[in-house]
């Protein structure tokens, strides 16, 4: 990374960025789906707001948002709803830092084990696969990867953090 960032939880006021962030996902990586998402905004937006309270923020040192990351828990897994790196800051690390907090406050949360899919074209999987996920299956266009979080590591990052 190139300049001092810090992870913060996120706040409401955080939905419009999420919601440009996504969209611009959608157009850049499967525009085909795009009119179809845009029919479904109020779910997404439901999902976002319900996932409000276990998404975390990447800001510069003045406060500015890089990105951020966006899960749920469901009994002993963690499902990765989102991540996603403003485009100027891509390539810095970042994805890996939001990753890497994904994982610790989720097995603080009681996760043992992490997932989430990728869309077949998506970049991202060179981060999921650099940071120890393993493919699993696959759900339509969709690649399918999950992770065994280690107890240890867990204990460590639930000290940590």
Known sequence: MTMPTRVRPAEVSDLPFILRQEREYM??????????????LD??????IDCLPSTMFCVDADGHRLGYVMWSLDGDSAT???????????????????????????????????????????????????AGYEATGQDGEYVLFGKILSPAEGDQRALLG
């Open 43 to 48: 779910q997404n937006l439901e999902l976002w």
């Open 27 to 40: 157009e850049i990586i499967e525009p085909d789906a795009l009119l179809g998402w845009l029919t479904v």
């Open 80 to 130: 990765l709803v989102s991540i996603s790196v403003i485009g100027s800051h891509r390539r810095q690390g970042l994805g890996r830092l939001l990753l890497d907090a994904f994982e610790q406050k989720a097995s603080a949360s009681g996760a043992r084990t992490v997932e989430l899919g990728v869309y077949r074209s998506n970049q991202a999987h060179l981060l999921y696969r650099g």
